[in-house]
């Protein structure tokens, strides 16, 4: 019977021939046989898929993982995470210190100020010995003649439908004489220091009435508007930090086109277009304007004083000759888009972020969408190729997943939990690396509470948990306790100040000294109130929902009674933390490398939907955090940091947790190559920086075909 | 019968506009935005997200914005609002990725279906026949995703190969040969899964469907004609048992975009139901409609696929 043997035959053929594809499938040990390019390819491994790869666009970290392999920024930071010249090979900060001749005013004597009269006085003074310090930073002098200018200002005026609208208005104002002050360094005490010769009280009461011309017919709300906007935007005394770049030569695009000073400009103009919707935008918003000095030279100046604003220059710069007007409008005519789509084109709707072309160390391949990314060296990188040939980004959403396609060989390096880290710590297959990273995570106390008002009560609480537990039981120690606001890896942070002991004897101690005393029920009690409050945590992130638990159980032992709940994140992020409606919360933050805590903690940032949601509030703190920002120095930023991290630390308005620890786990015969001018190679074991980046050193990891012995 | 299909036809695309009217409300009536205007994104300020959300119109009436989605869509012009992509081209990049899996898959299933159907059902009571009925109750019970993990996690442990995707990472350098079987060995495993399921139903229904038939006073009457046990089996009872499956190869086709959903988010293979899946996950409107409105084409593709097919093998059925 044929039929009866083709339905037996069928099912046979087809599971032998499916079965014996096992067989042309490399195993882990031999991946390299018959592949010898196997050993010059990583393959990362990546929960999610990027989004678009251009470095002024992006804003998740897949995209920015691939962006940084392909783009290069002016600066990066080196393995001490200092300041380090990449596109940019040098760079020098200076000022512009503008002052208005303010007519209305009188010098300290009575006499009227004029411009002469005022740069007689600065330059006589200088000369005095009170002010040798202050004549020594200054290149120059000079009085700028007054000027109209005219100004778009925003405002919002009540549409016809009655809701607040946003427009704006032209006005013109006529700036007085100004003295330009040329600066060698920054010095945001510029003008404290000359109050003895212009008068303590020289910068205020700027008659800015009789300079304003604002146009005929505007409302009387709008006018309030504009004026409250005027000592803002044309300040008495206005503070202009300068940074100018020497740009390396010789660097090209993965295309071959030479990277100069157009581009630079070309990048910051494309961020600063609001048609292209870039989420940089507020890091290159303190820019007043950037001027092309020559090809190599450009010359960023600030319209304040923002010392972090220089990092904004680590960012990818972007190639001109292929985004500009003509290369848009040449992609619009090539892919044949309706009039509509035309006129809503901008760089967001450009093939080249699909196919980005940067002038990093790998350049671009193939994009297929949820499946991989992938690079090759660029042969041509100033610094020398990488020795990785190829670079692929795998999407893999699932982490299970990722773990057994490193088992199988078919990725080098995948986001290994603590757990799964301890587990490799035994095998000798792989090498693993635990380091510092940006992250910590805290319980914050709304200090505005009456219950946690005082600083002891927070300590007090602080003392009876024992954080030792949570790094040993929750990241099974991949965790390092912390004291204060900063990334323990950078130099912000202050080693010096000491953790919080685990005291719960003492804890009990301060609280009754305080007045609390343990009613008939074990719980503390203090006018007939029970001490009792909610901690609350976002779902989803099972770690913050043990360290509730946990902490909850050690305040128990004191007579604190805490109560916990869990909410979705929105409902949380909407109805607790943007409104200030809850008692205290745990939570972590992701900080970045520069000193600025201003939006963490300055008082000013404590209303709704900001992030001193925690309502601290400290003149000491505030003055510090201000003092910071606008510092240029990176010794005295440092020493004000570490002032700033005690201050914080006494206050206690979190008690801080601990800092997860990085983890990474590679095939032991991945190792970092060095090179002598013959081309000789050694090898090393890979060593994360001080810092804590492991993969500082990328672009000299290779896989060797047997696993050597260090 | 050419009458009957112009009919549906008409009915079918008015459905299929019924249809689409009924997913874009769902889709809107669901919680959640966007995550490209997500608004607990701190990098996002509020009148960006407000231009993103004009461009995407996201704040017109419910109606209008489904007048711009079928606009873009007929006009080829519909963009995912994650990634800016057209998203025809999108689907069919990931039609041609699926398309290997739902063909492994399916032929895994109606291979091994029969025999052992026919098997179990000749042997009614046999051994042979309780252990199919027990291992197909097994798979029924079974959760598809579970089988999945034990068995990924089974394969790369003892045999050392990777299984996950569509093919070995690294192996651009490997001679064709090796690549070609390399992507077969993916295929293997996640279709085997994929179609464990379905062996172990269809494989039943042919069993109860030949016992149907092997009942019947055809069937007698061929054994009183004396002719050989295999004859009357395989050419008298199975053709008459085979007239119901027939219609279920039209009811397959929609099993193309929403039946591997599953699979290929365990084994991330880039195809239409890890689309979809990412799609929900990030509210990528454009993307999920227009996926949606795919699977309701093909589900009503499907069954008039079917229907007239049964007309073609039941000369008893007359379309009209």
New interface residues.
């Given amino acids: 019977?044929r039929?009866?043997r083709w339905?037996?035959f069928?099912?046979l053929l087809?599971t032998v021939?499916?079965?014996?594809?096992?067989?042309?499938?490399?195993?882990?040990?031999h991946?390299a046989t018959?592949?010898?390019?196997?050993l010059v390819?990583y393959?990362q491994g990546s929960s999610g898929?990027a989004?678009?790869l251009n470095p002024i666009l992006n804003?998740d970290s897949a995209s920015s993982n691939i962006v940084g392999h392909v783009f290069e920024g002016l600066l990066d930071l080196d393995a001490d995470l200092n300041l380090r010249g990449r596109l940019a090979t040098e760079w020098a900060i200076s000022e512009k210190a503008y002052l208005f001749v303010s007519a209305s005013n009188r010098f300290p004597d009575g006499t009227e100020v004029t411009g002469t009269q005022l740069i007689n006085r600065i330059r006589a003074a200088l000369k005095e010995k009170s002010f040798s310090t202050l004549a020594k930073n200054i290149k120059d002098i000079q009085v700028l003649p007054p000027e109209k200018l005219t100004q778009k200002i925003s405002m919002t005026e009540k549409g016809e439908d009655g809701k607040p609208k946003?427009g704006e208005v032209e006005i013109s104002f006529n700036m007085p004489a100004r003295v330009v002050f040329s600066l060698h360094q920054v010095d945001q005490d510029f003008f404290t220091q000359l109050m003895p010769v212009i008068g303590d009280r020289y910068l205020e009461n700027f008659p800015y009435d009789q300079h304003l011309n604002l146009p005929e017919g505007i409302q009387p709300e709008i006018e309030t508007q504009i004026h409250a906007q005027l000592a803002d935007l044309f300040p008495v005394a206005e503070h202009n930090p300068i940074i100018d770049f020497q740009l390396r030569k010789g660097v090209r695009f993965h295309d071959g086109h030479e990277f100069d000073v157009g581009d630079v400009k070309f990048t910051y103009e494309a961020i600063m277009n609001?048609k292209n919707?870039s989420?940089r935008?507020?890091d290159f918003e303190p820019i007043k304007f950037v001027k092309v000095l020559d090809t190599h030279r450009v010359r960023v100046v600030y319209k304040r004083l923002f010392s972090p604003a220089i990092n904004a220059w680590m960012m990818g710069i972007l190639p001109e000759h292929l985004l500009n007007a003509e290369a848009m409008q040449q992609e619009m005519e090539k892919r044949e888009l309706?009039d509509a789509?035309r006129a809503?084109f901008g760089m967001?709707?450009s093939q080249f972020?699909?196919a980005p072309v940067g002038s990093g160390s790998y350049q671009f391949v193939e994009w297929?969408?949820?499946?991989?990314i992938h690079l090759t060296r660029f042969e041509q990188y100033w610094e020398g190729p990488a020795e990785y040939h190829?670079f692929?980004m795998?999407?893999?959403?699932?982490l299970?997943?990722q773990e057994?396609?490193f088992?199988?060989?078919?990725?080098d390096d995948y986001g290994a939990q603590p757990h799964q880290v301890s587990r490799y710590r035994e095998d000798a297959q792989y090498q693993n690396f635990s380091s510092l990273g940006f992250g910590y995570s805290y319980i914050g106390y709304n200090n505005r509470r009456p219950l946690f008002a005082d600083p002891e009560v927070r300590k007090a609480l602080g003392m009876a948990i024992n954080v030792g537990d949570f790094i040993k039981y929750l990241l099974y120690g991949e965790g390092e306790r912390i004291t204060g606001p900063y990334p323990k890896n950078t130099q912000w942070y202050d080693p010096s100040v000491p953790p919080l002991p685990y005291d719960p004897e003492g804890a009990k101690a301060i609280l009754m000294s305080l007045g609390w005393t343990l009613n008939a029920d074990g719980w503390l009690e203090k006018d007939g109130k029970v001490f009792e409050f909610n901690l609350i945590t976002n779902n989803g992130n099972p770690i913050r929902k043990n360290i509730m638990t946990i902490a909850q159980n050690a305040w128990k032992k004191i007579g604190v009674k805490c109560n916990t709940q869990v909410f979705e994140?929105?409902v949380f992020?909407k109805d607790f933390v943007n409104t200030a409606q809850f008692d205290a919360v745990v939570l972590g933050w992701s900080m970045g490398v520069d000193p600025d805590l201003f939006q963490l903690w300055h008082s000013s940032e404590a209303g709704p939907q900001q992030?001193n949601f925690v309502g601290y509030n400290n003149p000491k703190s505030d003055d510090l955090i201000v003092r910071i920002r606008q510092e240029y120095d990176v010794k005295r930023q440092r020493e004000m940091t570490h002032q700033l991290h005690q201050q914080i630390h006494e206050d206690q308005p979190y008690t801080f947790l601990y800092a997860p620890l990085g983890t990474k786990v590679l095939d032991k015969k991945i190792v970092l190559v060095q090179r002598d001018e013959d081309g000789n190679e050694t090898y090393e074991k890979i060593y994360p920086t001080k810092s804590g980046n492991i993969e500082f050193y990328f672009n000299k990891w290779r896989k060797l075909e047997m696993t050597p012995d260090f | 019968m050419l009458a009957y299909i112009g009919r549906n036809l008409l009915l079918r695309v008015v459905l299929l506009f019924i249809v689409s009217v009924l997913i874009h409300g769902l889709i809107h009536l669901a919680p959640g935005e966007p995550s490209a205007v997500d608004p607990s994104n701190p990098r996002m300020k509020p009148e960006d997200i407000a231009k993103i959300r004009a461009a995407f119109h996201l704040d017109d009436p419910l109606y209008l914005q489904y007048g711009y989605w079928v606009r873009d869509l007929v006009q080829g012009e519909l963009k995912s609002f994650k990634d800016n992509q057209p998203v025809l081209g999108k689907i069919w990049r990931r039609f041609l990725n699926s398309l290997p899996l739902f063909i492994c898959s399916t032929l895994i299933v109606w291979t091994l279906a029969f025999p052992v159907g026919i098997q179990a059902a000749i042997r009614r009571g046999a051994v042979f026949d309780r252990s199919s009925t027990f291992v197909a109750y097994a798979l029924i019970s079974f959760p598809g995703f579970f089988l999945s993990y034990i068995a990924i996690l089974g394969v790369v442990e003892i045999f050392q190969v990777p299984v996950i995707g569509m093919r070995t990472f690294g192996m651009e350098g490997a001679a064709g040969s090796f690549r070609f079987m390399d992507r077969v060995w993916h295929l293997v495993i996640p279709s085997l899964l994929a179609a464990l399921g379905g062996i172990a139903v269809l494989s039943r229904y042919v069993r109860s469907q030949m016992l149907e038939v092997v009942s019947q006073d055809y069937v007698r009457t061929a054994r009183a004609k004396g002719l050989p046990n295999d004859t009357v089996i395989y050419r008298h009872a199975l053709r008459n048992a085979l007239i119901p499956f027939i219609t279920m190869f039209g009811l397959l086709i929609p099993g193309l975009v929403g039946g591997s959903v599953i699979f290929e988010t365990i084994f991330a293979w880039p195809g239409l139901g890890l689309l979809g899946y990412e799609a929900i996950l990030s509210r990528d409107f454009p993307v999920i409609l227009t996926l949606n409105v795919f699977g309701a084409m093909l589900t009503l593709i499907g069954t008039l696929v079917s229907d007239v097919l049964y007309g073609i093998a039941d000369p008893r059925i007359r379309l009209e």
């Fill in positions: 019977m039929l009866k339905l037996l069928a099912p087809l021939f499916l079965l014996q594809s096992y067989f042309w499938v490399p195993t882990y040990e991946q018959g592949n010898p390019k196997r390819t393959i898929d989004k678009v804003a946003r609001p919707l989420p935008t507020s309706s789509a809503a967001r709707d972020n699909r297929q969408s949820d499946e991989f190829e692929f795998r999407i893999i959403p699932d299970f997943t057994v396609e088992h199988a060989g078919a990725l994140w929105a992020l992030l």
